[in-house]
């Protein structure tokens, strides 16, 4: 079971920092991962996402480390951009990780030659290059992409100065009845989780857990494409490319190399159950997901409360845990929507979440102990649901609203 890549993760096999030919790799790749908008460059990878190998942990700390990798970007990225480099295991082996930070509010660029590379030379990621996932010079059909990632963020900036300088975030609980679903559309949604659970419960694997509680999310989209998309591989390998990646694992996951857990086309859409292997994440967890080419979309995870090592089952709930996973379905949605060609200032999306098992747990941050106090209260309810409309214009920055209005319900 290995990564893929995708527009926003590059994998490379090990280089050398100290190599002005692979600082040339190193420089490029975050360039192009910045002008994504952000992502991970991931160092001791094949391009099948299999570890390259052949390193101690010793060595590749003593040669990757932090100082030295924000050491080329700072002499040869323009504008300054702070990376993060961590060493993280994979497998039985050890890898690279650069993330390279969102936020670009004007494209960067190299401030100096390098090999190959010139003064201002920049580069995104794309596929329009050589029909493959990889960082190259712009083409036609990347600048309006380019240019809509900038503007995505500064147009989160103007909300921002609005709420520090107007007050207008006093007025939240005045406003929240405006995010709230039509019951038309709230009843659509709510249909789409129950027929996403019958369907799970289809999965021998679904049927064999049955203690454990999970999150289920049904995502569907309002408004118009200018294509027609069918249940082909071309369509779920393009909207793999765009998935978001803001957890280690999230949803709508594509395993490229386990034949019984690839994605299979059923009644019109592309279905798959995966069974996390707790060596990649440190997390063991069931996953079912669903993809419809008409812009319906269905995923149900276990909780990680109740399939980490480092809790006890059914008695806790992580609230920071569940708020960063409806942070990363908020934005897949919305790059979903966007890839599919729909028109963004016309279109909305319907979310819909739901939560199973509560009764009896207590919320507390388990996974970062320091953030919430052990005496929190517990649940009483057996499940909980929330849903909301989001527009597609939002800017990924500008989903904090919508997140507090699911988190706060």
């Known amino acids: 079971m290995n990564p893929v890549e ?25 360039i192009a991962l910045y002008n994504n908008n952000g992502g991970h460059l991931v160092i001791g990878l094949r391009d ?15 040669t990757w480390q932090s100082e030295a990798v924000q050491e080329i970007v700072s002499k040869y990225v323009s504008p300054p951009i ?7 295991p994979f497998h039985s082996e050890f890898v690279v990780v650069i993330e390279v930070p969102a936020g670009l509010r004007v494209p960067a660029t190299a401030s100096r ?8 030379d920049l580069f995104v990621r794309t596929t329009t290059a050589n029909h493959r996932y990889s960082s190259s010079k712009p083409t036609r059909h990347d600048w309006d992409q380019l240019i809509r990632n900038c503007m995505d963020n500064r147009e989160a900036d103007i909300g921002a100065f609005f709420r520090r300088h107007l007050g207008v975030n006093i007025e939240l609980d005045n406003l929240r009845s405006a995010f709230s679903l039509p019951k038309s559309i709230e ?5 789409l989780l129950d027929d996403g ?3 799970s419960q289809d999965t021998e694997l679904i049927r064999r857990i049955a203690e454990v509680g999970y999150v289920e999310i049904a995502i569907e989209i309002e408004g118009k494409s200018q294509q027609m998309h069918s249940a082909t591989q071309s369509f779920l390998f393009d909207l793999q490319g765009v998935r978001l990646d803001y957890s280690g694992w999230p949803p709508f996951v594509f395993i490229s190399n386990a034949p019984d857990e690839k994605p299979v086309v059923r009644n019109g859409g592309w279905e798959a159950t995966v069974e996390l292997d707790r060596s990649i994440t440190g997390v063991w967890a069931i996953d079912f997901w669903r993809i419809e080419p008409s812009g319906r979309f269905y995923t149900k995870r276990s909780l990680p409360d109740d399939t980490s090592a480092n809790v006890e089952p059914r008695k806790f709930f992580d609230p920071i845990l569940h708020l960063r996973r409806i942070t990363e379905v908020m934005a897949i949605g919305l790059v979903f929507c966007q890839r599919m060609g729909y028109d963004m ?12 098992k509560l009764s009896g747990r207590q919320l507390w941050t388990w996974a970062h102990p320091d953030r919430l106090p052990s005496s929190a209260p ?32």
């Open 6 to 30: 995708s527009l926003r993760t590059e994998f490379k096999s090990w280089l050398d920092p100290s190599s002005e030919e692979h600082k040339e790799k190193i420089v490029k790749a975050i």
């Open 82 to 88: 702070e990376v993060e480099t961590r060493i993280v």
């Open 48 to 62: 099948d996402g299999t570890p390259d190998g052949g390193k101690t942990e010793k060595e590749i700390r003593s």
């Open 113 to 120: 030659q390098l090999g190959r590379i010139q003064t201002h």
């Open 378 to 409: 517990f649940c009483h309810d057996a499940q909980a649901v929330e849903t909301v409309l989001v527009p597609a214009s939002t800017p990924l920055q500008g989903l904090a609203t919508y997140v507090h209005r699911v988190g706060a319900g």
């Open 187 to 191: 009843t659509r949604i709510v249909e």
């Open 345 to 356: 200032e016309e279109t909305q999306l319907a979310f819909g979440f739901r939560w199973t």
């Open 197 to 199: 659970n019958k369907r």
